[in-house]
């Protein structure tokens, strides 16, 4: 299966791809430029929301606010006011790390990892962040923190260090993780996994950073059912977007053309991504 372009973003770092049922639009952000991007579903409008610092994710919070992982903490925005009200800065000095990856659980908990970024050396963490900021540190050492995603039970929590090439299933339980073990390895030649998807099947839709494309997984066998092939090597992210969430779009970095966004229908639904409730 192949994905067409569906709008050419130009971005240097296209990541945190979400799909906002209330506001039938699609967001998306370019870290490196420190942009959150909105498009209209059914028109042509794209929106920009730029900032002085560089944003990784945005999460859905209430009404027509987002919950936006930033260099600097956790943010929440108004998308009508424009203005910022800081929830937590996690305890940490922030000018050699930054946010990355993000979802909220069915609790409206935010899940968080941090990374270094490009050129310093450290390790992140991956966070969960309770109402009222309190937080704790789910998973330690983290090199390139990415890809979460909830089994439709809830009874397990899929992450990956891009730089193991793994994905990690955990038991889930109230807001807490435990019994690690590797449930898929992605093959060298097929790059690093980033960020990922879930369907309403249980199968994992993994973006290849390096690997031009994104595939799905089998978390319960380990094996690759099928690939979406792109025309640009750094593939970042991917959701299901749409209102029958039919759609998959899918983020890309600079490189060799990338940088756009694109779509492909890959004849299943998607699970619809929780609030935030921060």
């Not at 372009?5 to 490196?32: K, N």
């Not at 925005?77 to 922030?94: A, K, N």
């Not at 450290?122 to 109402?131: F, K, R, T």
């Not at 998973?139 to 089994?151: E, F, H, P, R, T």
Request: charged letters at 20%.
């Amino acid at each position: 299966m192949d994905a067409k372009l569906w709008y050419d973003a130009g971005c240097e770092l296209g990541e945190g791809p979400l799909w906002h049922a209330a506001r039938r639009s699609f967001f998306w952000v370019d870290i490196e430029r420190k942009t959150l991007f909105e498009k209209e579903w059914s028109g042509g409008e794209v929106r920009q929301h730029r900032f002085d610092r560089r944003v990784s994710v945005a999460v859905p919070g209430k009404e027509n606010e987002l919950i936006l992982g930033m260099q600097g903490g956790i943010a929440r925005y108004h998308l009508v006011t424009e203005t910022i009200t800081w929830i937590t800065p996690l305890g940490i000095e922030w000018q050699t790390i930054r946010c990355n990856d993000a979802r909220a659980d069915h609790e409206g908990r935010l899940w968080i990892g941090t990374m270094p970024m490009q050129g310093h050396v450290g390790n992140g963490h991956l966070y969960c962040i309770e109402a009222g900021g309190d937080f704790t540190v789910q998973q330690q050492d983290v090199l390139i923190s990415n890809g979460m995603a909830w089994s439709a039970d809830n009874r397990f929590f899929y992450y990956t260090d891009s730089s193991t090439r793994e994905i990690w299933r955990y038991d889930f339980h109230d807001g807490r993780i435990t019994n690690r073990h590797t449930v898929i390895t992605i093959p060298a030649h097929l790059g690093l996994p980033d960020g990922m998807a879930i369907d309403m099947r249980g199968m994992l839709w993994i973006a290849l950073y390096g690997g031009s494309g994104v595939g799905c997984w089998n978390p319960a066998s380990g094996e690759m059912t099928g690939f979406i092939a792109l025309p640009v090597p750094h593939v970042t992210s991917c959701a299901f977007a749409g209102e029958q969430l039919d759609t998959l779009l899918i983020t890309t970095a600079a490189g060799r053309g990338g940088g756009g966004i694109y779509m492909a229908k890959p004849g299943v639904q998607g699970v619809p991504p929780f609030n935030c409730t921060l």
